[in-house]
């Protein structure tokens, strides 16, 4: 089947503009994740959703950021007023529930914020 | 705060040598353990994982032995093969929430 997919592959923006990932999980994943990894920082958690709920935003880096979720399925993070330090590989994941399911990640969207 | 320490790559070794990639952790309670990998031009994947203390898990040969008295799960595989050349990643859960709290990643390249 389907695994999980993300859109863009590639963003280039310019410092200041709005952006919006999405992210599509794998049928049936009640559970979705967003990760951004950086060479400077590595592989950090972003925020995690149960269903269309957020329990944990606390890897979100500002206020500049935010997620939403819709009919359990498709994610969107939106990055307002883009900066430098923003520019990432942006991975999201889903699983079968939250715990110690496995996590299937998908291929990424690379920003690049100039 | 909860966090995971890898030794640092890159790590290069000859096909058919013996692997070792360290990986300590700081947790409260009682986390899951996992390692991920990231082969060249493709996405993570779960390679192992261990839900309680002194369970081992296993995959592709690898493995790797929870430790609680170490807070240690160490990656280990006796004879490494060129296509096991990745970034392996060790992590943690420790809310049972599948927020995983990774470790900076470990390259290996094997040469043949």
């Known amino acids: 089947g389907a695994g999980v997919s993300q859109s863009p592959s590639n963003k280039v923006t310019e410092k200041g503009k709005d952006v919006e990932l999405r992210c599509d999980p794998i049928s049936g994943h009640t559970a979705l994740y967003w990760y951004r990894q950086s060479l400077g920082q590595g592989l950090e958690f972003l925020i995690y959703f149960q269903g269309n709920s957020a329990p944990d935003k606390s890897g979100l880096p500002s206020d500049r950021f935010s997620a939403e979720r819709t009919g359990g399925s498709v994610s969107t993070l939106t990055i307002q007023r883009t900066q430098q330090e923003d520019s990432a590989v942006y991975l999201c994941a889903s699983s079968y529930g939250t715990g110690s399911y496995e996590q299937y990640f998908g291929p990424g969207t690379r920003l690049t914020v100039t | 705060g909860n966090s995971v320490t890898q030794m640092e790559g890159p790590v290069t070794l000859s096909e058919e040598a013996f692997l070792t990639i360290n990986c300590t952790y700081t947790a409260t309670g009682y986390p899951s353990l996992f390692w991920y990998v990231q082969y060249p031009g493709e996405g993570l994947q779960l390679l192992l994982k261990?839900?309680?203390?002194?369970d081992k898990g296993s995959n592709k040969g690898f493995e790797a032995t929870y430790r609680k008295e170490t807070t240690s799960f160490h990656l280990e595989k006796g004879s490494v093969q060129v296509s096991d050349s990745a970034v392996y990643f060790c992590?943690?859960?420790?809310?049972?929430?599948?927020?995983?709290?990774f470790g900076q990643g470990t390259t290996l390249q094997v040469k043949p």
């Open positions: 261990a839900t309680k203390a002194d």
């Open positions: 992590a943690l859960d420790s809310g049972n929430t599948g927020k995983l709290i």
